[in-house]
Nanobody
Framework: QVPFVESGGGLVEPGGSLRLSCAGAGDSVSDEIMTWHRQAPKKPREWVATLFPGGATFYADSVKGRFTVSRDEAKNTMYLEMISLLPEDTAMYYC???????WGQGTQVTVSS
């Protein structure tokens, strides 16, 4: 069983918005360092954002100011709010607990007109 399940991806036009979800399935998003990553076609997986238990967040330069990571502990879910999407944001998006090696199935984000 994968520890987290990603959802919320889709096709959106440039400049549009999406909110991705990372729901705990076999694990908890609470009190953990949680991360978002993405992998575009024919490119290596890259780090996108990190959410610390105290609420501190860090972002890759390419998404800073456009993406916001948050967490709802009651729903055991982490979110990635994405605005002003660009074609280069097109990728499969994954969430993961820091320090682990298991990946979920991801959710596809496609930014295209």
């Amino acid at each position: 069983q994968v520890p987290f399940v990603e959802s919320g991806g889709g096709l959106v036009e440039p400049g549009g918005s999406l909110r991705l979800s990372c729901a705990g399935a076999g694990d908890s998003v609470s009190d953990e360092i949680m991360t978002w990553h993405r992998q575009a076609p024919k490119k290596p997986r890259e780090w996108v954002a990190t959410l610390f238990p105290g609420g501190a967040t860090f972002y890759a330069d390419s998404v800073k100011g456009r993406f916001t990571v948050s967490r709802d502990e009651a729903k055991n879910t982490m979110y990635l709010e994405m605005i002003s999407l660009l074609p280069e944001d097109t990728a499969m998006y994954y969430c993961q607990k820091h320090g682990t090696t298991t990946w979920g199935q991801g959710t596809q984000v496609t930014v295209s007109s």
